[in-house]
């Protein structure tokens, strides 16, 4: 009876983290839904036992339906069928197990039929499923566009869509096409409004879309004749129940082939507008990225949790020159990099969606009455956060997975490189991890201001604050030398950057990987002080990794002249 | 009608005790399996005819409303514990007297149950229960295939193939493992009826509990007694067992039953012949 939730110590210490308490109190408010719904919680602890309890549901579907299903799904990959997409059988087992759970609408209030959680609760959903089939996961974490419906549409499109969401219909977002991939202001798709029939009307076409036939979709479109660039561009959502767009056909993909990426035609597809015309890109396109991101960082936690644990049974199993291959020193070593990969992107994913949970939640009560001049300090502090480090989170552990999968085949020697095993499976689909919802050098763009605006060195002081154990005194030490590094190199870069523009661009992912270094070790060494038995021992790994990492990094730009950037033009 | 079994998929060393009883400590208690296939029948009988409910009758401890609420939180809507220290040892023929006795108090159109519990592998109680009811039974079932006013029609799954048999209502069913798997546990179910206590659960819990869960009705697990059910005392537990254990053997193999084979072809075939000709295989 595999169980994804109970077998995986590290994800439940997630959710006791001491955060959850003022989580849970935004998310409830008072707990008035009590009064009302027979599901609802009745106090903090109520609501943290029915969390515990949903994600053993997950926990076990991912267990006992979806992994085993994921390599029919792999093999039969989703079909194009009548202008629209079939998927693979296991996909719509999998489905259909998930919905008999009723783990659709995860986040959503209520009133919508969803079950309230918090978007931390939902990461680590997403996590057990993209472990259990990283490309199903996809499909069902895409569920999250119903957050953006949720925070920007009338409550008229609320009532129509969240509850199908609930009830599980699966989302798209429709944003890329074949002249708009990282570059989305050149987004050509048409939308025209139809006065008769009082609808938006949308033609043009769409590339990459994951799930692209789902039933609700939300769609990039540009309103504004004549424009452009990202100002003429909107927001609708498209109901596939009204038909007018056709599949033309699904991408052949290296990895996550039970994904279905398609290739979509819309001819006069009626569409309704999300929040304001010309908003579509600037607002709620970067909400959605955001939420996505997120995602990304969950499932690849997800895949790397999968590759060390494949990795890890071989190791015990596989016998060579009479003993157990996990008992020579090369293959342990990789073995434990591995789990304390895996462990570093989960403490950076969950520390990211704690900062997210609390100022989402903000921000939707700020939509029902005026905050208090605490909330909304509270609520531009977390904000901030999330916002710094939601593209390390997706960052690191898309280049986790990774890393981790590409050792996991090596632990597997020849065995690896053929089709018998999971690991060549997981290599695939990890290598879009640091592609899809911007690449690798896109979440550096992002998280390059942050080094500049003192985000990042700015909680690495707050965590400095933290008072250490015995065991981890020394590394909390080692790390204030090392934060001493970073804002050295940031000042060199910044300064000479003043003389030779671009110098800041060429070390930018240099600098901002320090940051994260430096910034996830905090947060293991506060698990490590919390947990010694369990964490003790990745973090000092962890810690030696990341100093190997700075130095490394430190030493190549205080050695880099302001004339290295015309070397690499 | 569901049973909470010791799981003996999952064997130690500890499974027996000296006694040749089964140690129930050193073995989780589970759900037993076919009753969840049957359960998922039960729910499935629920979901076409729509106007219907799906209660969960188990005779055992206090402990045993743990599959009641399990059951509830797959798709059940309550359940009954039969319960009390006068049940205690009964065999199947005491179990199936108990709980006819029940289940004329209850009084339900159709009764699913498992086919047979993982603990003694007898069958028996299901086909016992509907005689005592005076009721036609369909064993083996593995799809419910219709139901429709006072008739149920049902796939069975037999040795050499299937067949399709119609049954007067009210009916007992007993449901194979090959029939479809139990749904899993549904996040607002579980949720909701997490604090569902059984009389006895309820009378022990702490003060908080007992008031939220005495303000909701679906919270409650009804409890029977022996006297609730109005049985006769003679047919009830160790006295109205005849079933008597005699001993229990360990059977250990040893290594001279084992035998040693080349890979070659003909002695593959002998083996063959051999295992074909004592039945073991065809």
Redesign the interface.
């Known amino acids: 009876m595999a169980n994804f939730y109970l077998d995986n110590k590290d994800l439940q210490y997630h959710l006791s983290h001491p955060l959850m308490k003022r989580i849970i109190e935004l998310k409830e408010r008072n707990f008035a839904d009590a009064k009302e719904y027979d599901y609802a919680p009745q106090d903090v602890e109520d609501a943290l036992d029915s969390y515990r309890r949903v994600l053993e549901i997950v926990g076990d579907v991912c267990g006992e339906v979806i992994a085993p299903n994921a390599e029919g799904v792999d093999h039969e990959g989703p079909r194009v069928v009548n202008d629209h997409v079939e998927y693979a059988s296991g996909t719509v087992r999998n489905i259909e197990a998930l919905n008999e759970a009723g783990l659709g609408g995860m986040t959503l209030p209520r009133k919508y039929d969803g079950l309230n959680m918090p978007v931390t609760c939902f990461a680590m959903a997403n996590e057990m499923v993209a472990r259990a089939d990283a490309g199903f996961e996809n499909i069902w974490g895409l569920q999250d566009c119903a957050e953006t419906i949720n925070e920007f549409a009338t409550e008229e499109i609320k009532a129509k869509f969240l509850p199908r969401v609930s009830a599980g219909e699966t989302c798209a977002m429709d944003l890329t096409e074949p002249d708009a991939g990282s570059d989305l202001g050149a987004v050509m798709l048409k939308a025209t409004w139809d006065e008769t029939a009082g609808v938006w009307r949308l033609n043009g076409c769409k590339r990459f879309i994951t799930n692209g036939d789902g039933d609700i979709s939300l769609v990039l479109a540009r309103t504004e004749e004549g424009t452009k660039d990202a100002r003429g561009l909107s927001m609708l959502i498209y109901d596939k129940r009204d038909g007018g767009v056709k599949v033309r056909r699904i991408e052949n993909k290296l990895g996550i082939k039970g994904s279905p990426t398609c290739e979509l035609v819309f001819n006069n597809a009626p569409a309704v507008l999300v929040g304001d015309r010309k908003m579509g890109l600037i607002k709620y396109v970067m909400s959605l990225m955001n939420a996505a991101r997120l995602g990304i960082a969950a499932q690849s936690t997800g895949l790397s949790e999968a590759a060390y644990r494949e990795a890890l049974k071989y190791a015990q199993e596989r016998e060579q020159f009479g003993k157990p291959i996990i008992k020579f020193a090369a293959v342990s070593e990789m073995l434990k990099n591995m789990e304390a990969k895996t462990i570093a992107s989960r403490a950076l994913l969950y520390e990211t969606a704690r900062f997210v949970d609390i100022y989402k939640q903000l921000t939707h009560i700020s939509h029902d009455r005026s905050l208090e001049a605490e909330e909304r300090a509270e609520m531009k502090f977390y904000n901030r956060l999330a916002d710094g480090f939601t593209p390390l989170a997706k960052m690191f552990a898309s280049e986790y997975a990774n890393e981790v999968a590409y050792d996991s085949i090596q632990i597997h020697g020849g065995s690896g490189y053929m089709k018998d095993y999971a690991c060549e499976r997981l290599y695939r689909d990890a290598r879009i991890m640091n592609i899809y919802e911007g690449t690798t050098q896109l979440q550096v763009v992002a998280a390059i201001n942050h080094v500049t605006k003192g985000t990042y060195l700015e909680q690495i002081m707050r965590y400095e604050e933290v008072e250490h154990s015995e065991a981890t005194k020394a590394m909390a030490e080692k790390l204030v030398e090392l934060r001493k590094v970073y804002e050295q190199v940031v000042e060199r870069v910044e300064s000479l950057d003043k003389e030779t523009a671009g110098y800041k661009d060429f070390h930018s992912r240099r600098l901002v990987e320090i940051a994260g270094y430096i910034i996830i070790s905090h947060i293991l060494l506060r698990q490590a002080d919390e947990m010694t038995e369990e964490y003790l021992n990745p973090t000092k790994i962890f810690v030696k990794y990341a100093t190997k990492k700075i130095t490394e990094a430190a030493s190549y730009i205080n050695e880099s002249e302001t004339s290295d950037v015309e070397l690499f033009r | 009608m569901a049973k909470q079994v010791p799981d003996t998929r999952n064997v130690g060393k500890d499974a027996m005790t000296p006694e040749g009883t089964v140690n129930r400590a050193a073995l989780a208690a589970i759900f037993n399996p076919e009753d969840l296939n049957a359960l998922e029948m039960a729910l499935q009988l629920k979901d076409r005819v729509g106007n219907a409910t799906v209660h969960i009758l188990t005779m055992g401890p206090q402990r045993a409303a743990d599959i009641i609420r399990e059951a509830m939180f797959r798709g059940a809507d309550g359940g009954y514990l039969l319960s009390g220290r006068e049940f205690a040892g009964s065999d199947t023929l005491a179990t199936s007297y108990a709980l006819a006795c029940a289940l004329r108090k209850i009084n339900p159109d159709i009764i699913v149950a498992g086919r047979q519990a993982i603990d003694g592998d007898t069958a028996q109680v299901g086909p016992q229960v509907a005689e005592k009811l005076d009721l036609p039974q369909v064993t083996y079932a593995e799809e419910l295939v219709d139901v429709k006013e006072g008739e149920i029609t049902i796939k069975r799954r037999l040795e050499r193939g299937t067949e399709v048999v119609v049954s007067p209502l009210p009916a007992v069913i007993t449901v194979n493992s090959s029939a479809k798997e139990c749904?899993?546990?549904?996040?607002?179910?579980?949720?909701?009826y997490?604090y569902a206590l059984a009389t006895s659960e309820l009378a022990e819990a702490e003060h908080n509990r007992k008031a939220?869960v005495e303000e909701?009705d679906?919270l409650h697990i009804i409890e029977f007694s022996a006297t609730d059910v109005n049985p006769d005392p003679e047919q009830l537990g160790l006295a109205g067992s005849p079933t008597k254990v005699k001993k229990i053997e360990n059977v250990v193999f040893q290594a001279k039953e084992a035998k040693t084979l080349t890979a070659e072809d003909k002695d593959i075939e002998a083996l063959m012949q051999e295992l074909i000709a004592s039945h073991t295989l065809g």
């Open positions: 749904r899993p546990r549904n996040a607002k179910r579980v949720m909701k997490k939220f909701r679906y």
